[in-house]
């Protein structure tokens, strides 16, 4: 794994914005230069093809700072050893993944967990921002070491949709009507 880390690492350059969300691999490769997700689904595709089973995780990564920052997004794999489970690597770093890592969700690629994910109705503007911070916690005892899952109460919003036609009768009838004709064209 830190071979190939390495080796992607080595050969491909961090730097924003020459890729966007929805760039694909092929032009990773032909730029030579993309973001943590790009390095992500390259390794992720390395190590699919080698037929290591392998995951897309979602999360932050916290950096020391002198002031309160919000924290940038970042994504790494984690692939999964019959003997170990899953073991997370971030390929952008080329290192394994530790306690500054925050996880948020884990897919197959980006479009599994983008940072954002939701229906949108309305006009056609749209706009949202959203910060995280993070923060060294307290050091704890081995034993008191878990994973903490905090609840955050969010409103929720159900709306069942109007349906204001039945289409799959309209479409049998449109049918019928669309046969009905041709047999009479072809009597007359």
């Not at 943590?36 to 080698?50: A, E």
């Not at 073991?87 to 599994?112: A, K, L, Q, S």
């Not at 993070?134 to 349906?163: C, G, N, Y």
């Amino acid at each position: 794994m830190r071979a190939a880390g390495r080796t992607i690492r080595e050969g491909f350059t961090y730097r924003k914005e020459v890729t966007r969300y929805d760039s694909t691999t092929d032009e990773f490769l032909r730029l030579r230069a993309g973001v943590c997700q790009d390095f992500t689904h390259l390794m992720l595709g390395v190590l699919r093809l080698r037929g290591i089973p392998c995951r897309y995780v979602s999360g932050y990564l916290h950096v020391e700072r002198e002031s309160a920052e919000a924290s940038q997004s970042h994504v790494w794999i984690e692939f999964f050893s019959p003997s170990a489970g899953w073991i997370p690597f971030d390929p952008t770093h080329g290192r394994v993944v530790d306690e500054r890592y925050v996880v948020v969700g884990h897919g197959r690629h980006y479009d599994d967990v983008p940072p954002n994910k939701g229906i949108f109705r309305g006009n056609a503007y749209e706009s949202l921002r959203a910060e995280v911070l993070t923060h060294r916690s307290a050091p704890k005892a081995i034993a008191a070491l878990r994973e903490e899952v905090e609840h955050i109460d969010l409103p929720v919003f159900q709306e069942i949709p109007a349906r204001t036609h039945d289409w799959t009768s309209a479409v049998g009838e449109d049918a019928v009507a669309q046969q009905q004709q041709q047999q009479q064209r072809q009597a007359g």
